[in-house]
């Protein structure tokens, strides 16, 4: 009996794509459901692992942002590197809960109108997109140094120069992305749909991997140069620079592996080659990316020393208030008091 292989099950020609199989044969059909089950169940266990991971992530971010407002509160103010770390950890709390679409559906996919699923992706891209160039706007800082009143210390410049660049590179994707047809036509949501061509995903991985750290390499190696002829420190010196370099390593090899992972995919796509085992992988992929805000968030916990402190002031405010919840109430018992005075005998002997 002969296989006769179709197009792509995941290609089509709208804004969605479409999961059955349209014509098969007897011998490949239960070869097929097979392979969707295979499928739904490795998806179905990647959502379990990251749902422990976005639990994991989002406990220490309400922490995070608790222990900066107490600094805040504390001082009055904050350096600019911790206001441009708190600023991070909120865009990172944001793609956590922007992920929950993936969690409450998969392994089957969110539905939602054509303007709905593109209005979710354009969000997702902005929150990220934002949190990179925070990451650019500390290596700019802790390489250069710019003076206290230079153009990209003020608070409201560089919030209007994240936001714009951000929204800009957002909009691009979206005219990229679609949808081209119907704006109220529903089916099955996708973030990163493949079926848009090469085109988009090479497009978010320049966009969204390559210019950010391209520009935070260029940075890093500017400030070494720098640092090389004044023989200062490099980093090493500020208390966020190890925060930093850890943060923005563990951000870059999961967008790489997730931009490699989608380019890989759409060219798949288009030579209709996308198989059910494809399309889990590139799940999984998905929430690896998802799984680098929570493990970022840990990260700046456990490696800012601030942050440290406060977890460790958190830590004995709590035992103590337990131990003083296990002790037994202290009674009213008097001990005794002994006072030896000298009297005016004895001083005149």
Not at 3 to 21: H, L, Y
Not at 266 to 271: D, M, P
Not at 295 to 311: K, Q
Request: proline share 4%.
């Amino acid at each position: 009996m002969s296989n006769q292989r179709t197009d792509s099950p995941f290609s089509t020609s709208a804004f969605f794509e479409a999961s059955p199989i349209t014509s098969i044969t007897p011998g490949n059909s239960s070869s097929t459901a097979l392979d969707e089950i295979a499928t739904n169940d490795i998806i179905s266990k990647a959502v379990y692992v990251y749902g422990f991971f976005a639990v994991l992530g989002f406990l220490p971010g309400c922490f995070l942002l608790y222990n900066f407002i107490q600094l805040y509160r504390a001082h009055k103010r904050l350096a600019w590197l911790d206001v441009l770390l708190w600023a991070f950890c909120g865009f990172q709390m944001l793609l956590l809960l922007l992920s929950l679409y993936a969690l409450a559906h998969r392994p089957r996919y969110m539905q939602s109108t054509a303007l709905g699923c593109a209005a979710l992706s354009f969000t997702i891209n902005a929150a990220s997109l934002c949190g990179l160039l925070v990451l650019v706007l500390m290596a700019y800082v802790l390489s250069l140094d710019p003076p206290c009143d230079a153009l990209l210390r003020k608070p409201k410049v560089c919030a209007a120069l994240v936001s714009l660049t951000s929204l800009l590179m957002s909009l691009l994707l979206a005219g990229l992305r679609g949808p081209r047809d119907d704006l109220q036509e529903n089916g099955d949501c996708f973030v990163d749909p493949v079926h848009d061509g090469v085109s988009y995903a090479a497009s978010k991985l320049c966009i969204m991997f390559l210019i950010p750290y391209i520009v935070q390499l260029g940075l890093i190696i500017s400030g070494c140069v720098r640092q090389w002829k004044s023989r200062g420190r490099f980093l090493s010196g500020s208390k966020d620079g190890p925060v930093f370099l850890t943060v923005s390593a563990q951000m870059f090899f999961c967008l790489l592996f997730y931009c490699v992972v989608l380019v890989r995919a759409a060219q798949l796509e288009r030579k209709g080659m996308l198989t059910y085992h494809e399309r889990a992988f590139l799940s999984v992929a998905e929430f690896v990316l998802f799984s680098g805000s929570s493990v970022s968030l840990l990260l700046v916990l456990f490696v800012h020393r601030p942050c440290r402190e406060g977890l460790h002031g958190a830590w004995r405010q709590l035992r103590d208030c337990c131990q003083r919840r296990g002790t037994q109430p202290h009674r009213n018992i008097i001990a005794p008091h002994i006072e030896i005075t000298d009297t005016l005998q004895d001083i005149e002997s």
